[in-house]
């Protein structure tokens, strides 16, 4: 059973930067593709980004394009997003989860992972 724990959540001025990280275990963390996705109050759990198992490619929601940067560490068995100029609407519960199944793919849809974390919330003062 594959385990993901979120961390690096809290409150955080508009402008400023913040890292959240996410540490696999129970399973090969180096054949997921992983993914954040994040979910406002009220509102629809949305994709924010993406990252093959081999780390080369990475796919990005639009709103966060230029702004966020996923990356991982294989040997860690960690996947980071690092959020600069972070914004009022950026505030939400920040998942990752990974995806087994299409690990050479970064993908999307929200059906296309198995496997989730709690959550770690991000709150951006206006």
């Known amino acids: 059973q594959v385990q993901l724990v979120e961390s690096g959540g809290g409150l955080v001025q508009a402008g400023g930067p913040l890292r959240l990280s996410c540490a696999a275990s129970?399973?090969?963390?180096?054949?997921?593709?992983m993914g954040w996705f994040r979910q406002a109050s009220g509102k629809e759990r949305e994709f924010v980004a993406a990252i093959n198992r081999f780390g080369g490619s990475t796919s990005y929601d639009d709103s966060v394009k230029g702004r966020f940067t996923i990356s991982r560490d294989n040997a860690k068995n960690t996947v980071y997003l690092q959020m600069n100029s972070l914004k009022y609407e950026d505030t939400a519960l920040y998942y990752c989860?990974?995806?087994?199944?299409?690990?050479?793919?970064?993908?999307?849809?929200?059906?296309?992972?198995?496997?989730w974390g709690q959550g770690t919330q991000v709150t951006v003062s206006s």
């Open positions: 129970g399973g090969t963390f180096s054949m997921y593709g």
């Open positions: 989860a990974a995806n087994p199944r299409l690990g050479g793919w970064t993908r999307r849809g929200k059906a296309d992972y198995d496997y």
